[in-house]
């Protein structure tokens, strides 16, 4: 990225969201408001205008809506979009779509004490634009594309484990990995960076796209082949045992990396529980979470993939991943998911590079 300031254009029907973000996004060196507009209508024209290098997108506004608005953006000039989204079963459920329609990531409005509640989210929202502006947009439009093709079900050991995490950009990715597998799949963990009130919806999308089947994790819950176990917004999910069994640990202990849930603490949790059985994946996203995590799972034995850079949207973590030693291949996108299978179908023998 250039040394010139990040040029955003703020979108949003509330006269006090626009102020408080053109107040902090100003309050940043790197970055500045261009224009607000109230509705998709006027941001048209400023968009044309002033060539944004990132868009914030309010959900419910006058004369156009804020999905039918992204999906035209999308698809005629693909640029990166920061959806604000309320914090509301129905707004979470909207993000997710929002999401699937290639907006990179969002920002949750407070349902009470919403000044002081939007500037104590200055880092993130700063933060997301940051990434935003060095993401790949075009990468978003993942939903064009037709669904993978379903993975044959070879014979697996009960004891094998995917152990998945992601932030920016993340919820396609893990969809990208998730819908081709078989229904008879190993047991997966997955840690994507989301505030409470949205992995919820998260995890019945996927649910409905996938053959395994996907739910918010519960603590203490069996580990089962066959089915894929999202850490909850707001809790570290961690691998556990009891007995001959593998169970799901939550817990509300305090941020790493900044992050809760952290991907660290779960490939942690893989690396001490698990060891050769378990295969660790690092996605898109930003920052460095899951970089030392994965290399404690390689240095225990187990296979470790982290998306290469061509396929992420955020190739942060991944590169801190790689860079650190984590990565025991670097692998596309769409191939992931098949050499999850080729890696859990192999021998009990850790694969190590």
Same mark, same amino acid.
């Given at each position: 990225?250039?040394?010139?300031?990040?040029?955003?254009?703020?979108?949003?029907?509330?006269?006090?969201?626009?102020?408080?973000?053109?107040?902090?996004?100003?309050?940043?060196?790197?970055?500045?408001?261009?224009?607000?507009?109230?509705?998709?209508?006027?941001?048209?024209?400023?968009?044309?205008?002033?060539?944004?290098?990132?868009?914030?997108?309010?959900?419910?506004?006058?004369? =156009?809506?804020?999905?039918?608005? %992204?999906?035209?953006?999308?698809?005629?000039?693909?640029?990166?979009?920061? =959806?604000?989204?309320?914090?509301?079963?129905?707004?979470?459920?909207?993000?997710?779509?929002?999401?699937?329609?290639?907006?990179?990531?969002?920002?949750?409005?407070?349902?009470?004490? !919403?000044?002081?509640?939007?500037?104590?989210?200055?880092?993130? !929202?700063?933060?997301?634009?940051?990434?935003?502006?060095?993401?790949?947009?075009?990468?978003?439009?993942?939903?064009?594309?037709?669904?993978?093709?379903?993975?044959?079900?070879?014979?697996?050991?009960?004891?094998?484990?995917l152990i998945i995490g992601a932030s920016t950009g993340g919820t396609e990715a893990i969809?990208?990995?998730? &819908?081709?597998?078989?229904?008879?799949?190993?047991?997966? %963990?997955?840690?994507?960076?989301?505030?409470?009130?949205?992995?919820?919806?998260?995890?019945?999308?996927?649910?409905?796209?996938?053959? @395994?089947?996907?739910?918010?994790?519960?603590?203490?819950?069996?580990?089962?082949?066959?089915?894929?176990? !999202?850490?909850?917004?707001?809790?570290? %999910?961690? %691998?556990?045992?009891?007995?001959?069994?593998? @169970?799901?640990?939550?817990?509300?202990?305090?941020?790493?990396?900044?992050?809760?849930?952290?991907?660290?603490?779960?490939?942690?949790?893989?690396?001490?529980?698990?060891?050769?059985?378990?295969?660790?994946?690092?996605?898109?996203? =930003?920052?460095?979470?899951?970089?030392?995590?994965?290399?404690?799972?390689?240095?225990?034995?187990?296979?470790? !993939?982290?998306?290469?850079?061509?396929?992420?949207?955020?190739?942060?973590?991944?590169? &801190?991943?790689?860079?650190?030693?984590?990565?025991?291949?670097?692998?596309?996108? &769409?191939?992931?998911?098949?050499?999850?299978?080729?890696?859990?179908?192999?021998?009990?023998?850790?694969?190590?590079?």
């Amino acid at each position: 990225m250039s040394s010139a300031r990040i040029k955003v254009l703020c979108v949003d029907d509330s006269a006090l969201i626009r102020d408080l973000l053109t107040e902090i996004i100003g309050s940043q060196p790197d970055m500045e408001v261009v224009a607000v507009a109230s509705d998709p209508i006027m941001a048209r024209d400023l968009i044309k205008q002033h060539n944004p290098d990132v868009l914030t997108l309010d959900v419910e506004m006058p004369r =156009m809506d804020g999905l039918d608005f %992204l999906e035209r953006l999308m698809r005629l000039r693909p640029m990166p979009v920061l =959806m604000v989204s309320s914090l509301t079963q129905a707004g979470s459920e909207v993000t997710m779509r929002a999401l699937e329609l290639g907006a990179l990531d969002f920002v949750a409005k407070p349902s009470l004490g !919403i000044r002081r509640g939007m500037l104590s989210y200055t880092e993130e !929202i700063s933060e997301k634009i940051r990434a935003a502006a060095q993401s790949r947009p075009r990468q978003a439009l993942h939903h064009h594309q037709p669904p993978a093709a379903r993975l044959k079900a070879p014979i697996i050991s009960s004891e094998k484990l995917l152990i998945i995490g992601a932030s920016t950009g993340g919820t396609e990715a893990i969809r990208r990995v998730l &819908e081709p597998l078989p229904a008879t799949s190993p047991g997966v %963990l997955i840690t994507q960076h989301m505030p409470g009130g949205f992995t919820r919806s998260f995890a019945e999308r996927l649910d409905r796209l996938s053959q @395994i089947a996907v739910k918010e994790a519960e603590d203490g819950e069996r580990v089962l082949p066959g089915h894929a176990y !999202i850490a909850p917004g707001g809790q570290h %999910l961690k %691998l556990a045992r009891s007995g001959a069994n593998y @169970i799901a640990k939550l817990d509300e202990g305090p941020p790493v990396n900044r992050h809760r849930p952290s991907v660290d603490v779960l490939f942690h949790s893989a690396a001490q529980h698990a060891g050769r059985n378990a295969i660790g994946v690092i996605l898109t996203g =930003m920052g460095r979470d899951g970089a030392a995590g994965l290399l404690e799972m390689r240095n225990a034995g187990a296979p470790t !993939i982290a998306q290469d850079e061509a396929s992420s949207v955020v190739f942060g973590m991944p590169r &801190e991943a790689i860079a650190l030693g984590g990565a025991s291949e670097v692998v596309a996108l &769409e191939a992931i998911a098949p050499r999850l299978m080729e890696l859990a179908a192999a021998s009990g023998r850790a694969q190590r590079v």
